[in-house]
DNA sequence: GGTTGTGAATCCATTCACAGCC
DNA sequence: GGCTGTGAATGGATTCACAACC
């Protein structure tokens, strides 16, 4: 009755992987990437929470999701890590994601090289200003928003990236999720509202340095007042970077 | 012996507060503004909720940890919370903002208004590469990453964003760390080994795009097998934006 | 009547610490 | 001897549900 889950040899079937652990992953992914190039073909579970800003219990705790990955007495092998996690991320092929808004930001965001290394090719270009419908960038010609349904359609995109003014976003959403877009990652500042079964990431610079201003509001309210010695908070001191900081 | 919190009229002192809701009251606040320039002065914490994206529990127990802000049977005075949400996030003054790497994005992030509106200044653009330093952007000068020290020290800046290639990204750090930063927001896909006291918020597109892969690849592994019904797993639809989604 | 503020209950995530395996 | 995988313990965050208040 249970539905079959799928050989042990046949790649991870599909973990109910816990949400928290699904946001790191892409992390280890990089850390990953990173030391295959250098050469590495394992590497422990500490070496490798270093390398992505963990703690390595965590970090053996989120990988035993995946199944059996490492090896006891030994570490993980890079490559075979590689491969699962992208198998799990869905990252087997290339996935189509469309662009809205080419602006100031949307111009950078097309231009990001790092999108292709890493899954995915953006491969379309859409604003609403006709000013803007026939710009090249990148190899890519600007098509007016209203194309979105043929091009979505034509060119199997389930993932957009909103970077239009925060007025337009709503109305932007609205028509992608209509063209059958199921996963939206938004940049502009206003939070979406979309069907269930779609989902919405969101990235917000001035949300982003507001919250390291509260923590830089706390650090002034604690060093302006008291040197209150708290005994044993020393410890775990975060390693420091390479060169010296003291130039 | 206690160190005298502050009084009680004395505007909120500094409570302690947890992580999770530092992170969405910058979301607040601009559900605030916006509902203060349609007119509103009071809202329930329904309505700021469905305006902020979350639920009304979670949102009221977050506001509650700044003391008493809203009056039952009425709501929250809209412009009074948006002063207690700033006076809490260290919003009173404009703060400076130091940009390092002025390519591709980072070019886009110094011409972003939003800062501006929301609570920061960039006040310096420093660059590595000499070619790139005399140029103006948006009324400023790309320096050599050499003034930091110098410019830091001359603005007070105490945020930096760095828009650096990752390669570039640990050694800008280390020397934004000694000029006396204490907040960093990184766009560079790395993790930054940062002294005890230093902040740092990361985010990396890609990153963010793989975590929609994971569940489009579940979605689409879902609706590929089976049509099993979860019965009673249906409830609390998201509730549609504006128009219609059906075109 | 309406709405906040909050204990209690639940859920999720992190950390600890060690048994099991190489 | 070294390292992974994992139960058990802890700690946070979310949700529930209602008493307190306007």
Partial sequence: MSQQRTGPTDGPDFPDLPEATVARLPEYLRALHHLAEQGHDTVSSEGLAAAAGVNSAKLRKDLSHLGRT???????????????????????????????????????????????????????????????????????????????????????????????????????????????????????PCVLN??????????DLAIELQILSFHEHRKSALTALPPVQKPGRVGVANRLGGEAVGS
């Fill in 194 to 203: 979309v069907p269930e079964g779609v989902d919405v990431r969101k990235v």
């Fill in 70 to 188: 490492g090896t006891r007495g030994v570490g993980y092998d890079v490559s075979l890590l590689i491969d699962q996690i992208e198998q799990v991320l869905g990252l087997t092929h290339r996935r189509a994601v469309a662009l809205v808004g080419v602006g100031n930001l949307g111009h950078a965001l097309a231009g990001y090289a790092g999108f292709g290394s890493r899954g995915f090719r953006i491969v379309a270009l859409f604003d609403a200003d006709p000013g803007r419908v026939g710009e090249h960038i990148n190899g890519l010609v600007v098509r007016h928003i209203e194309d979105l349904p043929e091009v979505v359609e034509q060119e199997s995109i389930s993932i957009a990236v909103i970077a239009t003014p925060a007025h337009a976003a709503q109305h932007v959403t609205d028509r992608l999720v209509a063209a059958g877009v199921t996963s939206v990652l938004n940049f502009a």
